[in-house]
C-alpha cells in the first residue's frame, strides 16, 4: 500500500484547480445542443419505427394473401 501511494504522489495531478475548461455560456451550448441531438435522434427513431411497423403490417398481409390463396383450390381445375 505504501508502494503505490509513493508511486502516486510522484505523479502530476490530472486537473489543475486553476485550468481553464469551459465558461458558462459554452456549457450553455453544450447543454442544448445535446438536447436538440437527443430530440433528432428520438424522431428518426420513432420514424424509423413506423416504417417497421408498416413493413412489418405489409408482410403479414402479403403472407395471409398467399395463405389463402393456397388454402383455396385451383378454381381451372373445377371448371374442367
Known amino acids: 500500500m505504501q508502494a503505490a501511494a509513493t508511486r502516486l504522489h510522484r505523479l502530476p495531478p ?9 465558461d458558462v455560456d459554452q456549457m450553455e451550448e453544450t ?12 424522431k428518426v427513431d420513432v420514424q424509423l419505427g413506423e416504417h417497421l411497423d408498416e413493413d412489418s403490417h405489409r408482410a403479414v398481409r402479403t403472407a395471409e394473401r398467399r395463405a389463402r390463396a393456397r388454402r383455396q383450390p385451383d378454381r381451372s381445375d373445377a371448371r374442367r
Do not use: Q, S
Open 14 to 22: 490530472p486537473v489543475t484547480l486553476d485550468e481553464h475548461d469551459i
Open 31 to 42: 447543454v442544448l445542443e445535446h438536447y436538440r441531438l437527443r430530440n433528432l435522434e428520438e
